[in-house]
């Protein structure tokens, strides 16, 4: 499956959230998208509610099938607990900390800023969004990027403080990952523990 490039909102109303940030759209329209998407509710069955949360997660980072299940694996075989680790790992992608950082206004302006080859890891330029960022490391905007109005106006007002997994330093336009985020410092309303019961049936 390709990355979806299609309208955000007609995602956004199925879910019934605004994964994608303030949506205008689903603020008129707050039921699925489609000829019957204000009628009767069909109930969904286990095995729809375990795959829909799996897809609102994939839309949400903007992460492929294979990639996602590759995280899952890996979540799955390291310590802790195998949903909550799957959620570091999605929060750990550069794509994702250069959103959380405030650098850029979405998790896919993000992805193009880090392919563009805007963005630094502790000094070196990385082009891979799906990098996996360490605690510790520097991300910073390089330094011919910095006047790039997309960056402005992101770090415009931008409340760093929201996140305690990162810290921010505006005047070098860098922030550092300080630790792997605790599941109450996640915003996503995403149940994780439904896509694990998911991938335990395979």
Do not use: C
């Not at 994702?96 to 963005?119: D, E």
Request: aromatic content about 8%; glycine content about 8%; cysteine-free.
């Amino acid at each position: 499956m390709a990355r979806y490039t299609g309208p955000k909102s007609r995602i956004a109303r199925k879910f019934g959230e605004p994964i994608f940030g303030p949506d205008k759209v689903l603020s008129r329209k707050n039921y699925p998208p489609g000829q019957h998407g204000n009628g009767r509710k069909k109930k969904t069955s286990e095995y729809g509610i375990q795959l829909r949360e799996k897809q609102k997660a994939k839309y949400t980072y903007g992460v492929l099938e294979k990639q996602f299940r590759n995280l899952f694996e890996k979540a799955a075989s390291a310590r802790g607990i195998t949903g909550e680790v799957l959620l570091q790992f999605l929060e750990s992608r550069l794509d994702n900390v250069v959103f959380r950082l405030g650098i850029a206004p979405t998790r896919a302006a993000a992805r193009q800023l880090v392919s563009h080859r805007h963005i630094l890891v502790d000094g070196k330029i990385v082009n891979i969004p799906s990098y996996s960022v360490k605690p510790g490391q520097i991300i910073a905007v390089r330094e011919k990027s910095k006047s790039l109005e997309v960056i402005d106006n992101a770090l415009s007002g931008f409340n760093h403080s929201k996140y305690p997994w990162i810290e921010w330093d505006n005047s070098t336009k860098s922030g550092k990952y300080l630790h792997l985020p605790e599941r109450a410092d996640i915003p996503e309303n995403i149940k994780e523990q439904l896509i694990v019961e998911l991938y335990s049936k395979d």
